[in-house]
């Protein structure tokens, strides 16, 4: 159900080979023609009268829907390649158009001009004159819901787009095998409820009212398509209605037996919005999850992607948003694969809270996940400190050793008991932020995963009440073919039903025994790593301990080497001191003995005058000396001479006692 490429390199479906047709035109159709020639100036001045026949089949009333509308041509606003062929009118078909006519119906042989037939037949009696089908409201609304590019083009819903998306359709989608595969619901495909006006039909949806049996060749119309390719008239219904005339108000074709199809209202579901990478066009829930199944081939639906993994925001009225990781807080549900979004403009299948739990079970994802890289690093780190400590082993007195003389052991000590405290606590405080990052992400994963699961046992309900509905169906229905219809339709629906919800509780079983089996685990690694963290403070606390008492040791040591070398330097000072003072009591013994000698001299110097004056004058009085002064000048002299050698003396006497002193 891709929508890429609209519009390009489109190949065109095999036209329906056509019968062999007789080389004679039937009087029939003779007849037939006539007719409408003779009524075409009638036909033509009502349809310029009435509304545009393509606008009925976009009619939001309840009331009946005409479908014999012929090909509109494109608006301007249309992507796709231009074409060399000439839109078809409501009155004349273009060449393309034309054979597509000529091949589908068997009354019109290589002797009939397709354009002059449909003009004058084709028109009187609703065939489809263009090589695309005719699309319902539900299926045009589908075509938009699965292509995000003509989302864009012509809005999500409503007539205008609904009728965007038809012209899109018939010039170009039809020719895409891409495109044509959105239109289809497989697994909601109208069917035959009644025949003829004494058949009732219960359609939840839109009743169809057509041929029973083809003008062209009188062959039974088998399929919804097929009697599709006729004037039908639709209503909207809930309750049982009549295959009549008078339920629908209008005959598409007199005298013809008739058949009623139901087209059942498609059940609301998310649609895709956009490709990653593109705009999404949403007002509710933004999912945003892979664009592939797992075979990468098979395009993900709705219901698939609530299966697996998916992230989802709320776009909260902004219009738009793009479809990539950044738009979900960097959520990657599937990385390195394409991926795709999905909107619930209703917020039908997921609570606000539900929208939380998920968003945040992305965010502990990503925390996780650099949490897990932390984790890593903090390992190498740790495995790189026990090498490092391994090879620090017995280094203890190497770095001793490295403590001078002038080192504070104490002060060494204590710094080393700071940090190791410092470091423990930052440890512990880390080991429990991770353990408590670990227990809350496990937790918010598995509540994601329970609001998945929860949503698994949603759609099996859903599947059940299908079935119930297709069981009520069987009983009500009158045709064997009908009733056996749904009776295996309720089969089906039971028993897919039954398989979910046995799935869901196994999953769920597996979720609770999952998330206990991780919460075990991390307690379990709480426990070793608060025991290996134990361990590793007492170690530490021992090496602490060994180390404090070497710094201790050294420390003594270091202080009686010091006092022994302090003794050695008294000693020395103190025999140093010895000497010089018996040197000087020796120097003063020596000055005392020159001080008494020269005491000695003074006292001889004086005594030797005393009586050398005495003798002088006891000589001049015995040589009778008249003259007495020269007498007394010569005793003046000679005590003047003496008592210079007795300053002398005295001098000397002073200068060793200051020198003993």
Request: glycine share 4%; hydrophobic share 30%.
């Amino acid at each position: 159900m891709q929508a890429s490429a609209l519009g390009v390199n489109a190949a065109k479906p095999a036209a329906t080979a056509p019968a062999k047709k007789n080389s004679t035109i039937s009087a029939s159709i003779i007849a037939l023609q006539q007719e409408a020639k003779r009524n075409l100036e009638a036909l033509e001045s009502e349809e310029k009268d009435d509304d545009d026949p393509a606008d009925t089949d976009e009619d939001e009333s309840t009331g009946p829907i005409m479908t014999d509308e012929p090909i509109i041509p494109l608006t301007e606003q249309t992507p796709g390649p231009t074409s060399a062929q000439t839109p078809s009118t409501p009155s004349n078909l273009n060449d393309e158009d034309a054979k597509c006519y000529s091949s589908r119906y068997q009354d019109i042989d290589a002797m009939l001009d397709p354009k002059t037939h449909y003009s004058t037949v084709g028109i009187q009696q609703g065939r489809l004159g263009t090589c695309a089908r005719r699309l319902t409201d539900y299926e045009a609304q589908r075509y938009l819901n699965e292509n995000p590019d003509l989302q864009r083009l012509f809005g999500k819903k409503g007539a205008s787009s609904l009728s965007q998306a038809r012209d899109h359709w018939q010039s170009v989608g039809y020719k895409s095998t891409t495109l044509s595969a959105t239109v289809k619901d497989e697994e909601n495909v109208p069917f035959q409820c009644g025949k003829g006006p004494s058949d009732s039909c219960q359609c939840p949806g839109m009743l169809w009212f057509g041929l029973q049996t083809r003008p062209d060749n009188g062959a039974k119309i088998e399929t919804f398509d097929e009697m599709r390719e006729w004037r039908t008239i639709g209503a909207e219904s809930d309750d049982w209605q009549t295959c009549s005339v008078v339920e629908f108000g209008s005959d598409p074709m007199p005298g013809v037996d008739k058949q009623c199809f139901c087209e059942v209202e498609p059940a609301y579901t998310a649609t895709r919005c956009a490709d990653e990478g593109d705009e999404c066009i949403c007002n509710g829930h933004v999912y945003f999850a892979p664009r592939f199944e797992n075979d990468n081939t098979t395009p993900a639906n709705f219901w698939y992607i609530q299966e697996n993994p998916f992230a989802v925001t709320d776009a909260n009225n902004t219009g738009t948003m793009t479809c990539s990781s950044d738009s979900f807080e960097d959520a990657d549900p599937s990385p390195e694969v394409a991926k795709q979004c999905f909107c619930d403009d209703k917020r039908k299948f997921l609570s606000a809270h539900d929208v939380g739990n998920i968003q945040e079970y992305w965010r502990q994802t990503m925390l996780m996940s650099q949490t897990e890289v932390e984790i890593q690093t903090v390992v190498m780190q740790t495995q790189e400190t026990a090498v490092l400590d391994e090879s620090l082993t017995g280094s203890d007195d190497d770095l001793l050793k490295s403590v001078g003389d002038d080192g504070d052991a104490d002060l060494i000590a204590a710094g080393c008991k700071l940090c190791d405290e410092s470091c423990s606590a930052d440890s512990q405080s880390s080991l429990t932020k991770e353990i408590e990052k670990q227990k809350t992400v496990v937790k918010k994963k598995y509540e994601s995963k329970k609001i998945v699961n929860k949503q698994k046992k949603t759609h099996a309900h859903n599947k059940r009440v299908q079935g119930e509905s297709a069981c009520n169906a069987a009983q009500k229905a009158k045709d064997p073919a009908e009733k056996k219809k749904q009776k295996k339709m309720c089969k089906e629906l039971k028993e897919e039903a039954s398989k979910i919800e046995t799935e869901a509780k196994i999953e769920e079983q597996n979720i609770n025994d999952q998330q206990q089996q991780e919460e075990k685990e991390i307690a379990d690694d709480t426990q070793a790593a608060v025991k290996e963290q134990t361990d590793k403070t007492n170690t530490n606390k021992k090496s602490q301990e060994i180390n404090k008492a070497k710094l201790k040791e050294q420390k003594a040591s270091r202080i009686t080497k010091e006092a022994e070398e302090r003794i050695e330097v008294i000693k020395k000072k103190m025999e140093s001191e010895r000497i010089e003072t018996t040197t000087l009591t020796t120097q003063t013994t020596a000055m005392e003995k020159q001080v008494s000698v020269i005491q000695k001299q003074i006292e001889d110097v004086e005594n030797q005058l005393i009586n050398e004056i005495k003798t002088e004058k006891e000589e001049s009085l015995d040589a009778g000396e008249e003259n007495d002064e020269d007498a007394t000048e010569a005793e003046s002299e000679l005590t003047e001479v003496i008592e210079a050698k007795k300053t002398e003396l005295v001098t000397k006497k002073e200068k060793a006692t200051a020198k003993k002193e």
